[in-house]
């Protein structure tokens, strides 16, 4: 009992470090949170759990392994991913609110809850690298002589799905507080510029990965 408890114990901790460490995924939160609202945000992080719970899915299925070995299969996932990102940092570019003056203040349109779900997931579920990390940190720390209980690891798995929902949610609630939000406002053209660069440089560097 004990040991199992290390098991998703550690799972839960490792992931929350990696959530948490620069990607895709804190430049999607941050951009949706600050050029939309809070809502938008904290679906987006619903998007975020969504592609989690997928990526936890085929590890525990062992599908992982096949994705990682193949080239054809890996690279087809790493070029799609690569382009939804440079199509969203180009959006976000050359949008009409990039243009904007220091100090007026703008609302941008919303988008819909279904529209920003879908954004989290596609750029969690298209991100190669989470391939790899997930792989990573089940083979790391589960000792395949010994495997626990794969209710165990449907267990860990919610747990990060959890984990990064809550994580990404946060980000979204404090990047809406009424001081971040007002200093966002001032200067959101230069926001969306810098946001969107973001975006293109990251899809630039997951197309010419090697690995």
Not at 90 to 110: F, H, L, P, W
Not at 166 to 186: D, I
């Amino acid at each position: 009992m004990l040991e199992n408890l290390v098991i998703i114990g550690t799972i839960a901790f490792v992931h929350l470090l990696g959530a948490m460490s620069p990607g895709p995924d804190l430049a999607m939160s941050v951009r949706n949170s600050l050029t939309y609202s809070r809502r938008t945000g904290i679906f987006t992080a619903v998007g975020f759990g969504l592609g989690v719970a997928v990526h936890v899915a085929y590890c525990i299925a062992g599908i992982a392994v096949v994705i990682a070995r193949s080239i054809l299969v890996f690279s087809t996932i790493k070029y799609l991913g690569a382009a939804y990102l440079l199509y969203v940092g180009i959006r976000s570019v050359v949008s009409r609110q990039a243009g904007m003056e220091t100090g007026t203040v703008t609302k941008r349109e919303d988008v819909s809850p279904l529209t920003a779900v879908r954004m989290g997931f596609l750029t969690n579920i298209l991100n190669p690298k989470a391939t790899l990390f997930f792989l990573g940190l089940f083979t790391v720390v589960i000792s395949p002589t010994a495997p626990p209980p794969r209710s165990i690891l449907v267990i860990a798995g919610l747990v990060m799905v959890v984990d990064t929902v809550l994580w990404f949610s946060f980000v979204a609630v404090f990047l809406n507080e009424r001081h971040v939000r007002s200093f966002f406002e001032r200067f959101q053209g230069y926001f969306n510029r810098a946001f969107g660069g973001l975006l293109i440089l990251l899809s630039i560097k997951i197309a010419f990965s090697r690995d």
